[in-house]
């Protein structure tokens, strides 16, 4: 039993391997938003609130299309990605994952995020609603491959190739929801450090229906203006 425990975490591995492999030899070329290199990681934390108008709009479009509030935004995000590259159609964007197997692990407290990179081809021929269910589809594939983590990705390829990394922008959502009998809000705390030349977490916890955007930027590569 055990010996084939192992052969099916092997086999797991070896094709979570394998896709992202596929995913990065389709996107060989690496576009960053900021390619100087830096080890200084020193950040700030740039704060906005989507307008309750455009919440509604955006809350009415999925609820049309059967799309996610992040399904939109990630997708939002990798058009703007784009078009700050000069309207380069293929790259990634990196994407946070929760990586909870079964009720055990998703009713324990503590950290089991990982990291996964998303690969964006962008056709300016579509239509947006076309590319949003790309980039979902795309999404759907990664979270089937997401036990793969991205220093086992990244060492398999500088195995043949001199790339520092896959990507420099990070988008994660977070959407927990504590229903309690004791009255207490969720935070997102900053440390002042960001290994990302920009991390953007998009906020929607404790049923308070609106959309908080925390934009964190390397210093040395930005600035608040």
């Not at 055990?2 to 996107?27: M, Q, S, T």
Request: hydrophobic content about 35%; proline content about 0%.
């Amino acid at each position: 039993i055990i010996k084939e425990k192992h052969k099916n975490v092997e086999k797991r591995f070896a094709g979570n391997l394998d896709f992202f492999i596929n995913e990065y030899e389709k996107c060989n070329e690496i576009s960053l938003l900021k390619n100087n290199e830096s080890f200084d990681f020193k950040a700030e934390r740039k704060i906005f609130i989507l307008d309750h108008s455009l919440y509604i709009q955006l809350k009415n479009i999925c609820s049309k299309f059967k799309f996610s509030y992040y399904q939109i935004l990630f997708s939002v995000i990798g058009l703007l990605f784009s078009k700050y590259n000069k309207n380069i159609d293929k790259f990634f964007l990196g994407t946070a994952v929760l990586n909870r197997f079964g009720d055990k692990e998703k009713n324990t407290a503590g950290m089991f995020v990982t990291v996964n990179p998303v690969s964006f081809e962008v056709n300016y021929s579509d239509g947006i609603i076309d590319f949003v269910k790309n980039v979902k589809s795309k999404l759907f594939q990664t979270y089937r491959h997401h036990n793969l983590t991205y220093a086992e990705l990244l060492k398999t390829i500088r195995e043949k190739n001199k790339i520092q990394t896959l990507f420099d922008v990070l988008v994660s959502y977070q959407n927990a929801k504590i229903e309690t009998e004791y009255g207490f809000n969720t935070e997102w705390f900053f440390n002042g450090v960001q290994s990302n030349s920009l991390c953007i977490n998009i906020d929607d916890r404790d049923n308070e229906n609106i959309l908080k955007f925390n934009f964190d930027y390397q210093t040395n590569k930005f600035s608040e203006n």
